[in-house]
């Protein structure tokens, strides 16, 4: 090579500083655009479970499928997830699409629709780090046993046996299924203390939605529309830490415990 043709050492390291500038630029564009599309797929999930949900519903005389909150019975989903390397609900699929247990599987036929694309979460089992197979949670004021709602107020709430029982309250302003965090989640619900009328500082979490998009998350409701929710209080979006975290906490004028709040149910008057 002719000397005049060679690089010289300070063209190569404006070559290269060049590529670092364009490298700086692009991977957060392409970072975002991810992270969109991942939101993107979430929303989607979301779609189709509520459709499932609303198809279960239309097939069995208006009856919601039952939200069960045991390891081994049967509901939309069977099973318990959690970090526990022996519990097999967290890398097995039976508890989503096996009909004897999940009783929406013969309406969603896919098992990716239970994770949501940006939950990075894993449970480490037989010596493999695995993701688990759920991230979605659904609402415990549809047809399930009420554990929560009344445990701030000890006022009565609507538990929604029936398609037609969500008339009560509408059925675009009553949440469904909603992507729960990796640390909080472990039956098939999201719990939340019904908190109209109280004390603020006396609000609670129950258990946590999921931030898995930038802060934000994702909620589906009855009539089948699904939003993307940015929660504005610290502390309902912990960082992600791969164990379980404790669940019932006080959380003084909560703003999003109060928005949630507003969508699980309403008393009985």
Same mark, same amino acid.
């Given at each position: 090579?002719?000397?005049?043709?060679?690089?010289?050492?300070?063209? =190569?390291?404006?070559?290269?500083?060049?590529?670092?500038?364009?490298?700086?630029?692009?991977?957060?564009?392409?970072?975002?655009?991810?992270? %969109?599309?991942? #939101?993107?797929?979430?929303?989607?999930?979301? %779609?189709?479970?509520? +459709?499932?949900?609303?198809?279960?519903?239309?097939?069995?005389?208006?009856?919601?499928?039952?939200?069960? =909150?045991?390891?081994?019975?049967?509901?939309?989903?069977?099973?318990?997830?959690?970090?526990?390397?022996?519990?097999?609900?967290?890398?097995?699929?039976?508890?989503?699409?096996?009909?004897?247990? &999940?009783?929406?599987?013969?309406?969603?036929?896919?098992?990716?629709?239970?994770?949501?694309?940006?939950?990075? /979460?894993?449970?480490?089992?037989?010596?493999?780090?695995?993701?688990?197979?759920?991230?979605?949670?659904? /609402?415990? &004021?549809?047809?399930?046993?009420?554990?929560?709602?009344?445990?701030?107020?000890?006022?009565?709430? #609507?538990?929604?046996?029936?398609?037609?029982?969500?008339?009560?309250?509408? @059925?675009?302003?009553?949440?469904?299924?909603?992507?729960? #965090?990796?640390?909080?989640?472990?039956?098939?619900? =999201?719990?939340?203390?019904?908190?109209?009328?109280?004390?603020?500082? %006396?609000?609670?979490?129950?258990?946590?939605?999921?931030?898995?998009?930038?802060?934000?998350?994702?909620?589906?409701? &009855?009539?089948? #529309?699904?939003?993307?929710? %940015?929660?504005?209080?610290?502390?309902?979006?912990?960082?992600?830490?791969?164990?379980?975290?404790? +669940?019932?906490?006080?959380?003084?004028?909560?703003?999003?415990?109060?928005?949630?709040?507003?969508?699980?149910?309403? /008393? @009985?008057?």
């Amino acid at each position: 090579m002719n000397k005049k043709d060679a690089f010289t050492l300070i063209e =190569l390291l404006v070559v290269i500083a060049i590529i670092a500038i364009l490298a700086g630029l692009l991977l957060p564009a392409l970072a975002k655009a991810k992270s %969109k599309g991942q #939101h993107t797929v979430c929303v989607s999930n979301l %779609k189709q479970l509520d +459709l499932a949900w609303i198809l279960y519903a239309n097939d069995f005389d208006d009856n919601l499928v039952w939200n069960d =909150l045991t390891a081994s019975g049967s509901g939309w989903v069977r099973g318990i997830i959690d970090y526990n390397p022996s519990n097999p609900h967290n890398t097995n699929i039976d508890g989503l699409m096996d009909p004897k247990y &999940a009783k929406l599987a013969p309406y969603t036929q896919t098992p990716g629709i239970y994770r949501c694309p940006g939950d990075k /979460s894993t449970v480490k089992s037989g010596g493999r780090i695995s993701p688990r197979v759920r991230s979605v949670s659904l /609402s415990q &004021a549809m047809n399930s046993r009420n554990d929560w709602l009344s445990f701030l107020t000890k006022r009565k709430y #609507h538990v929604f046996r029936k398609l037609s029982d969500i008339n009560v309250m509408g @059925h675009s302003n009553a949440y469904n299924f909603i992507t729960e #965090h990796p640390d909080s989640i472990n039956f098939g619900d =999201l719990a939340v203390a019904m908190n109209d009328n109280i004390d603020p500082n %006396k609000i609670h979490i129950i258990d946590y939605p999921a931030s898995n998009h930038n802060g934000a998350g994702t909620i589906s409701f &009855a009539d089948g #529309h699904v939003e993307t929710r %940015k929660w504005i209080d610290a502390r309902t979006t912990p960082p992600v830490s791969n164990k379980s975290i404790p +669940l019932v906490i006080p959380s003084p004028n909560n703003m999003d415990m109060i928005f949630l709040s507003s969508k699980a149910s309403v /008393s @009985h008057h």
